[in-house]
Every structure is written in C-alpha cells, then in structure tokens.
C-alpha cells in the first residue's frame, strides 16, 4: 500500500512539472497531442541563434524547443503509469474493468490539471485520435483476428453492423426528435437532421471499448465475433451516416431530394466496399513485399505497421473507410506474413504490434477521462441526456433482438437468448463516437457542447456501468465461455474430415452451403493466391494438420528444454533408458521440431519460452490468449505425459546440486540444496555425537568408486541386489567422528551425490530404522521433490542413473564410454548445446576425491 | 422412413428429387457409379470413404431409405429435444455424429482406428508436400495422444474420448437438413 502511495506521488509531482511547464510555454499551446501537427511551427521558433550571445553559454534552457514532444512523451509515460497503477492489484481488475478504471484516472488526471491551470489545457482531440491512436488498434484487431471464425459469421457481424447500425441511428434521432416536440428537453435549439446527425454518431459500437471489455470477459467466441466484427465494419456505416447528415444540415432542409439521399446510399457502399479495397490492395502489397524481405530481416516487421498505417491513411484520403481498410488490410495480410516472415519477425510484429495498440489503447481512455474535467462543454439538459442514454440502451436491445431472431432462423446453431442479452448489453460507445462529437461544427450546431458532454455521459455510462456488470451479468445468465482451443492432433485431423464430409455430403444432396463456398474459396485460394503471395518455402507448412503437428512439437520441445532448465541441465537426457524411450517414441517429432530452434534459442531463456508458450495454433482466439494458456496447462500435463513420465524419473539433479554449491540456481535447485544443507548439518551433528570408530576414509571413497564401476558392469542384471554396497553403507552409518575428521569433506562430497539414490533406494528398502535418522533423517525423505517422490517405488531407475552417471568421464580412463554410448549424435547435441547453455558448465569432470573441489 | 429420421417431408420431397437425378439409369436405387459421377464427390479426399458409408451394409446399392438414414446423420441436434433424453437414438445424436466419422478411419471395421487407418486418412487429405516419415509420425503421435489403453489404436471409446470438446454438432452439420 505505501509504495501504491508513494507511486501515487509521484504521479502527481509528475503531472504537476508538466502543468508548470505547459503554462511556461504559451507559444507551444501545450495541447499534448497535438504533437507532430504542432512541431514544425514550434520548434522553429525556439530555435538556436535567437538571440544575440553576448557569452558561450554552457547549458541553457530550451524548454520551447522541446515542449511539445515532451509533453506527449511525458503524457504516454503518466497513461501507461496510471495502467501500471491498476494492474498492480488483481483484485480490483478482477470486478471493474480496466477500461473503467482507466478512465477514472483520468477523472484524477485531469482534476488535477484543472486545480493547476484553472482550464483544461488537454483534452482527447480528434485529429490525434483518429491519425495517431486509432490505426494501430484498428490494425491490430484486424491482423489478430481468428479469420475463420470472422469470415463463418460474417452475415451475422454484416446485417448487425449496416442495419443495426443505421436503426440505431434513426431510431434514436427520431424519438429525441419527437421527444423534442414533446417538450422533454425545454428550449433547445436542435433540429431533426441534426438529431439524426447525433444519432448517427451515437450509433456505432466502439471496437475499442468492446475489445478492452469482452476482453476480460472470456465469453464464447461466436458472441465475441459478433459483438466485436460488428463494431469494426460498423465504422463504414457511421461514417457514412455522419457525412451524409453533416452534408444534409450544411444543405439545410429544404434543399434535400430524393437524388441526395439517393447519393447518401450510393455513398454508402462506395465508402465501405472502396474502403475495404483500398485495405484489401494493401494486404495484398505487404504480403508482396514480404516475400522479399528475406535480406533485410530487421526491419520486416516494419513493413506491417508502415503500410498498415498507409493504407488507413489513403482510405482517409479518398474519404473511404478507414478503419474498414486497415481491418481487411489486417485480415488479408496476416496469413501470409506469417508464413513469409521469420519466425522471430512474426513474433516481433505480434508483440509490437500488442503494445502499440494496447498503449494507445491506455491513452484514449486515460483521455475520455481528462476530457470530462473541462466547464466548457458541461452543458446540462436533463432532458436530452437521460432520454439519450436510455434510447441508446432500450434501441441496441431492440434492434439486436430482432436481427438476430430473424438470422438465428437462418443459423445452423441458433444464437442463444442469452447471448442476445450479452450482444445487446455490449453495444459499448467510446471514443469513436466522442471524436465525431468533438468533430461537429459549431457553426452549424449550436448545441454541439451539449452533444458532447451527453456523448460522453453515454460513453461513460456504457464503459463504466455496462462494463462493470458485464461479468456478473454474464456469470449470472451463465453465458457459455470460451472454450480450450483445440490442440489435439486426432481432434485437428478429424474436424478437417468433418469438413470434407460436410463439402461431400452437400455434394451429395445437391445443395449449395456454406461448406461448398467454403470449399471453392480453399480452392481458389491454394490455386491463386497462395503462390502469388507466400514465398515458396513456406508453402509446405500451410497444412492445417502439419501445423497443428509443428506447434505440438515445438511446444514439447520448449517443454522439455523449460524443464531441462528449470532443474539445471538437459543432463538428464543422458539417462539411458530415457534415451530409448525418447528416441523411440518422439523421434520423428523431435527432429521436426529441432531444426526449428536455432541453438543460439536456447541461450535466451526468455526468447525460448516466449516461443514456445505463445505460439498459439492458428485456432485459437488471440484475445483469449492469456485464459488460454491458464487453461492449456492441466491438458499439457496430459499430453505430455509420456514426456515428463521420462524427465523426472531420471534423479542426476541431486548430482548436480550437490556437486557445485556455488552453481546459480534457480529455485527448484535451492530446494535441492537446502535438503542438502540440512543433510549435512544433520551428519555433522551425527558424527559429533557418535564414538571413535574404525574407517579408512580414502580406501573407501576409493572402493565405493570401484564399486560402482564394477556394479556398472552388472548393471541391469542386479538391480536390487548390491551386497558389498549395502556394507559401505552400514559401515558408513557406524562411522564415528575419526571419520569426519579424516574423511575429507570434498571427497564426501563426491561420493555422496554419486550414489545418493541408491543409498535412498537401499535405506527405503531396509527394514531396520534405526538406520535412517543415522544417514538421513526421515524429513530428508519427505523433503523429497514430488517429482522424485513420485517415481520413488519404481526400483528400475536405479540402474539407469547409476550407468549414466558411470558415463561420465570422471577419469580419462573413463573418457572412452561416451564414445561407446548408443546414444545418437542427437543426444550428443543436446548434452553439447546443454554444456554451451549453462553458465557453469553442468558436466566438468569431478576431480578425484582427495583434492576436493568445494 | 419419416419417423427414422425426422426429417420434415418438404426436405424429404426435395431429398427425394435430388436421389431421382443421381439414379440416373431409374432403377430406384444408386449405385457407386452413380455416386463417383458427381465431380465434386471426386473431388474430395475422402469421397471414397463417403461414399462407403453408403454401401456399408454391404449391398452394392442403396435405396431412398438407406439414403436418407446416412443423410440424417448430418441434421443439426436438436437442442430442445436432446434435453428430453429420450432422443439419444436419433441419427443426429452427438454419439452416431461420432459413430459415422468414427466409421470413416475404420475401414477394416474392426472397431479400432489403427496406424495404418489413421495413416490412410492422413495420406489422403495432407498435400504431397509432407513426407511420408512426417506422416507417421503425424499418426504415430495422434495415436499416442488419444491411446489410452496402449494397444497401438483408437477405439471408439477413446476416440468419443478425445473428440470431447469439439463442438460436434456444429462441425458435422449441415443447416439445409435441418
């Protein structure tokens, strides 16, 4: 809580330099964002040469020099600071959505601003948001969007996006409009076409409130794509709409026929399908170039963003859909980037294309926020605002019932009641609509503050309310949640017969569905357009099951290397028996997925994990990623069993925490040194308080290494049956403090972790107790990691680990083994790449007992 | 016939013409010839498979009621009727959904998908661009995933098992038999 405080502080103390700041500079008009509109002019002006220098000046102050780029940086730092406030504690996140929150800080924000300049010197504006904030969430959305699921829907997403779209907008400017010359709202003046101006603008659902809200409410993924493909194409309608009518009311009412409606829908499509053209042309383009960016791959990942915010930008220039291009630019581009692209450039476009749109993201709704603190446009009427919020909630429900009652007769699997509820529930309006509202003109509306401000109550209202009791809302409607993304090879393999079978069965009944289009598009897209657009090489992985199969793959690798780190080597490879079994049964897939890790990977343990935990299959919801993953876990346990049944029979780790103290560990291995640690203690003490006993502490190092190379000779035959070892260890447990005095504590050492597991084997298989709190005391046992704990009753291990272990090369005599191991060259790789990994190398040969090494 | 598979009569008119153009020789009944004219059918990885299920009983023709029976198992579930329990036989069932694609990998009708039957489907839908020691392994690791009794092959048991979470009716559906 007091560092919460403390952060809290210096929030303030930061935003209190930037409001002194910005009063310093009158010239710079201090708006942060109007960042790269306003720099030319203002920076030319604090320029050098001045003034006439009288002196050299060392250090001078050139605040208008930088002021404006200062202040945007400054204001992206406090938003994201303000996210990194809320995201510090769960437990608020877990009932208010960020978005909420978010804008909640910027109530503080700008309160604060508000306290310090008496005006509200910053506010949301529009050119900013839509130029500079909006393409790359808008981008972002369309280049993640799980396509299938999109094109499946799009009927659905396309009637709830024009015609829901447009009857919210009529409806909702008719009944102001009537409620108007009811006389609900007193003296306004606004008439019907600035109404439905209004309402046109009011309309659209915000995608980016939509996404910030179901984001967080992992509902299913049919409701999701419907609610949010629905706020993304929504946008050609809005903005059609909102240029008609704005036309209309610069026309004026009387000068409005029947050729300038006819014009408005004739507008209509040429903005939303020019705009999706536009986008269209420009996915094609970017999967062009990236065919050939093989030579410059560091700046691959650049091509998305530069042509995904051109073609944003040449869809505003021929005043079509924006935000419809970019979206198809997205959806179009990214199976084809992502099959040209390197592996790590299409890991660099997802990661920064994430934190370009959810930083932007932060700062609109940090900015709604700060918007609201401002007396200018707080313009109350009753009347107007309450009627607005409550037409806007009770039309999204109608209209969302209706169209979907009619499509769910069309549906194979009906939309459900209560998915209807979320739908409507969920028509958020955000920022869109709040730059449109801040875009109107004065001049032609003389109540356009009012507009604003009951805009943003609606926003408000929708964002914060809505969001908060969406997730009980959709708890308590029990509203059917994502599911696990299908990971499973069989399954993979059998939806694609099924949809094989679907295509025959149309074939066979004679009748055209959704399967036959469907089929045709594969068609046609396998003969045209995959040559066309995706390099050669890359080709081959197109195959939905091969993919599914390579991810499987990799992600066993990463698994195995995660583990193999996590417990200090890859070591355990080693193990022999493990070695078989590995190589017998995931052979073929390990050699898949290898090649794919470049060994320089593995040094960069975050690199390697990133790979692996985030390469999600093709199928599952991008925006579900992070539940994904949490639910994914107890199925990989599953999956993988046959995997971890060999990683953690192998017990070489106790090797390896004993043998080096001072190896860094992670905390698995402190686990394994503490044990050990205790251990000691516990013997010391032991020896302390035992008598004088005969033992000849070199001889028997010597002879337990003897023994363990002869045992190794007879390995498999006797694994149970180790007589003369028994006798070291009971003579061992007789041993009295002579021995810790000549027995030297490095030798101890190795011969210790050499034959800790057999010793553990052994004294579990002893009857007689009073062994145990002699060697090891019986907590040591129960201190034992599950993972050994488990695999304990299986006496099999032994011999195994013992042989591995006699593979070492602890002598040059020894040296030869390795060269006589079955393993395979692949094994040596691995146990080679292992060495190169480790900061310490795992596998120095231990040196002879009597010269210590601890 | 109606009752079997509770298709309405006005799909069952509209089946019933389609079933008239594919006999083309007006004998009452298809046979595979009729069935491998259609191009799509051709087409298709799996058509040959299909079109077994077909002639599964073994004749080699196949009437307008056999016909239908096949066809209804790709009626959307009936949700509200499910719920009844008393519908589990219906062709549409989750369980026969299942059962027929089930049907589709076990060729030798053994009641298990074994390798070589996995390795089949694979060979057949995967492009030729995925070598044939990638397709093994491809069904030596599906195989091992959905195996849970280790006898090398997926019965039906554990391929209903692995098969939990798919959205069967949805995948295996077809909206105009509704």
Known sequence: MATLWRFTLFLCMLLMACGGLSLASKEAKTRSSQTETGTHNTTEEGGHGAGPITTLPIVTWKWDHISVQYLVALWVLVCWLCKLLIEANHNVTNYIPESALLICSGFILGGMIWGADKVQTFSLNPTVFFYFLLPQIILDSGYHMPNKLFFTNLGAILIHAVIGTCWNAASLGLSLWGCHMGGAMGDLDIGLLQYLLFGSLMAAVDPVAVLAVFDQVHVNEVLFIIVFGESLLNDGVTVVLFNVFDAFVSLGGGRINAAEIIKGIVSFFVVAFGGSLVGIAFGILISLLTRCTKNIQIIEPGFIFVMGYLSYLTAEMLSLSAILSTTFCGVLCQKYVRANMDESSVQTVKYAMKVFANGSETIIFVFLGISAIDKVIWVWNTGFILLTVFFVFVYRFIGVFFLQWILNRYRLVPVELMDMVIMSYGGLRGAVAYGLAVLLDEKKIKEKNLMICTTLIVVYFTVILQGITMKPLVMWLKVKRAAVAEVSLLEKITNKMFNHTLVAIEDISGQIGDNYFRSKWRHFEEKWMTPFLMKPSARKKQDDVFDVFHQLNLKDAMEYVTEGERRGSLEFVRNDSAILDFKKKLESEYTEAMPDIPPYMIHDDGAMFTMGRDHIPSVSLEMHEQTMKAMREPEAVDVHHLLDQHLYKSRKQYRHGFSRSDFKINRDEKEVQEIFQRTMRNRLESFKSAKMGVSPPKTLVKYSKKEQQEKVKTKRGNKHTLPPFTELIMSLVKSSEDEIRSFPKASFLVFFPFDFSVVLKILSGIENPAFMPDLYPTDLLQEIPPWLAEGEPDSSMVAPSLRAQANLPNSPMEMHRLGLLPASTRSTDTKQMNNDQLPPPPTPPPPPPPSGHM | ?178
């Open chain 2, 1 to 178: 016939m109606g009752s079997s598979s509770s298709i309405s009569s006005a799909h069952l008119l509209r089946l019933y013409d389609r079933f008239e153009s594919l006999d083309r020789d007006n004998r009452g009944c298809l046979s595979p010839d009729d069935f491998e004219a259609l191009g799509g059918l051709a087409m298709n990885p799996i058509g040959g498979r299909i079109m077994e299920a077909f002639f599964s009983s073994g004749q080699d023709t196949v009437d307008f009621s056999s016909f239908v029976r096949i066809l209804a198992h790709f009626r959307p579930t009936d949700r509200n009727r499910n719920k009844e329990g008393a519908q589990q036989e219906l062709p549409s069932s989750r369980t026969r959904k299942l059962k027929f694609a089930f049907q589709l990998y076990d060729m030798d009708r053994d009641g298990k998908i074994s390798r070589e039957e996995l390795l089949q489907v694979l060979r057949a839908m995967l492009g030729l661009q995925v070598t044939e020691e990638q397709l093994q392994s491809i069904a030596e690791r599906a195989i091992q995933e959905a195996d849970l009794d280790k006898d090398d092959a997926i019965s039906f048991d554990e391929f209903k098992k692995s098969l939990e979470k798919t959205d069967i009716d949805t995948k295996m559906s077809v909206s105009f038999l509704k």
